[in-house]
């Protein structure tokens, strides 16, 4: 019985996607500013569920509406945390460049947990920069979206390449 109580528990393995996986496999893929973020319990008062409204402001697949919203697991209600690992964060008024897919509801959420999310930044010059902020999914270029290995400094990467590679899948049969 003690031996029973002890097992391991399964972890959840998400599979590494490049620019084209993530392309193919989402409905959604836009550039925006988050505008909401919303933390709340499920109705059985056991999870909580974080919905995010972002203002899109530029679609380069799906995203027929100027403001598209998704939920994902995890958040903060009150002095309660529930975070799942390879979840992203949201800040209202962040910049991102987002990939999210939808169930057979229809209801958007983020392709690849935290795969799905690239934090856009500015360099000096006011280049649009991103990198994901989730731990462990930093990028080191924009085509296999190659992890940078533990212990590295992650590289800045332009918005614009990412864009370009997206933009050629897309015209590859991406759909």
Known sequence: MLALAAAPAQATQVQHLDTAQLTRT?????????????????????????????????????????????????????DLRYEVEGCPAFKNGEEALLFLW????GVAQLNG????????????????MVQRGATGLAIQEAHRL??????????????????????????????
């Open 26 to 78: 989402s409905s959604d893929i836009l550039v925006g500013r988050v505008q909401g973020v919303q933390s709340h319990w499920n109705s059985a008062h056991t999870k909580i569920y974080t919905d995010i409204a972002v203002q899109v402001t530029d679609a380069l697949k799906g995203a027929n509406a100027p403001v598209v919203s998704f939920t994902q697991l995890g958040g903060t209600v009150g």
């Open 102 to 105: 939808r169930d057979p509801k």
């Open 113 to 128: 947990l935290g795969q799905g999310k690239f934090e856009i930044t500015r360099d000096a010059q006011g280049r649009r």
């Open 146 to 175: 190659s992890l940078v290995p533990a212990g590295r400094p992650a590289p800045p990467i332009p918005l614009d390449d990412l864009i370009t590679e997206i933009k050629t899948h897309l015209a590859e049969g991406g759909r």
